[in-house]
């Protein structure tokens, strides 16, 4: 990965973060009641004209893998 690309998502992650302060607590949160593998990530996304999609993931060892890489880089 290009070092500058992963300056810019560092500043873009520091922009989120600030604007939705409570994100990384949430993610944290998950983080230590004991997210792995099996769990079951639910998300719903809710449009501005009120549509919603939803989705849901149960996570794999390679997903594990996935997160502690990109925890690696922040």
Do not use: C, Y
Request: proline share 4%; charged share 20%.
């Amino acid at each position: 990965m290009n070092p500058a690309m992963i300056f810019q998502m560092k500043k873009h992650w520091e922009t989120f973060v600030a604007n939705h302060p409570k994100f990384p607590l949430f993610l944290r949160a998950a983080k230590d009641n004991g997210i792995s593998v099996g769990s079951i990530i639910d998300v719903t996304i809710t449009t501005a004209d009120g549509k919603s999609i939803s989705t849901n993931v149960k996570l794999t060892e390679s997903d594990m893998q996935l997160f502690e890489a990109i925890k690696g880089m922040m």
